[in-house]
């Protein structure tokens, strides 16, 4: 059963609007939350994390919200550019656990559209 | 600084051979991590190590073995090649807990 779910597998945007990509989890044991993107051929690379602590956490024009009581998170990207087109992937983490690696969801593919 | 290296970029096999992905960091992190990643799907941890010496199974570890002499090596062994082990092979590491997971640029192996 998946842990960490993304409902969409793939998002159009237009260069300039908000990106909002969803993510919710099941196991209320994750206290540590994060966004990875990926371009085609190369490894994830991480954008923004938030720990259960806090409920908004901002960088530049990304922006991750959490609502623990409805497990659920969100990234915001303002405004949305060309290069933002991507595999956008959340994960999980139980600090406590910590070394047990992180719980993927399975992706969202982000496309910004001219 | 080169990070997390994975050698090598692409890999075919034949069913039963038996080969080393290899995964090498310079960041002097404790934590390293291998991920496989199949089509539609997340990253799944196989196996991570906690420090040299120690190492322990993710969530789809039949098939793999691991070993951590160093500190900067963390090599995924496939004892015995499958086709259902046609995958992207990610390896990661990271610092200490709160530290977020580098991840190596990737090896793509495809068994016949």
């Known amino acids: 059963d998946q842990q960490v779910k993304q409902n969409s597998p793939s998002l159009s945007v237009q260069e300039g609007r908000i990106s909002i990509l969803n993510c919710d989890y099941t196991?209320?044991?994750?206290?540590?939350f994060l966004w990875y993107k990926k371009y085609p051929a190369e490894g994830p690379t991480f954008l923004i994390s938030?720990?259960?602590?806090?409920d908004k956490n901002e960088d530049g024009r990304f922006t991750v919200f959490l609502n623990k009581s409805a497990k659920h998170l969100s990234l915001h990207i303002v405004p949305s550019q060309p290069g933002d087109s991507a595999v956008y992937f959340c994960?999980?983490?139980?600090?406590?656990?910590?070394?047990?690696?992180?719980?993927f969801g399975k992706g969202t593919h982000l496309i910004i559209q001219p | 600084n080169a990070g997390v290296t994975q050698t090598p970029k692409f890999q075919v096999l034949k069913t039963g051979q038996s080969m080393t992905l290899q995964c090498a960091q310079d960041?002097?992190?404790?934590?390293m991590s291998w991920y496989r990643q199949d089509p539609g799907m997340g990253l799944r941890l196989i196996h991570y190590?906690?420090?040299?010496?120690?190492?322990d199974q993710g969530e789809v570890p039949n098939g793999y073995n691991v070993s951590r002499s160093t500190t900067e090596d963390f090599p995924l062994r496939l004892l015995s090649a499958a086709p259902s082990q046609t995958s992207v092979y990610f390896c990661?590491?990271?610092?200490?807990?709160?530290?977020?997971?580098?991840f190596g640029p990737g090896t793509r192996l495809l068994v016949l």
């Open positions: 960041m002097n992190h404790e934590y």
């Open positions: 196991n209320s044991m994750f206290d540590y």
């Open positions: 190590s906690v420090g040299a010496g120690i190492t």
């Open positions: 994960a999980a983490s139980d600090l406590l656990r910590g070394a047990d690696g992180l719980t």
């Open positions: 990661a590491s990271r610092g200490t807990v709160q530290e977020t997971q580098y």
């Open positions: 938030i720990s259960s602590i806090k």
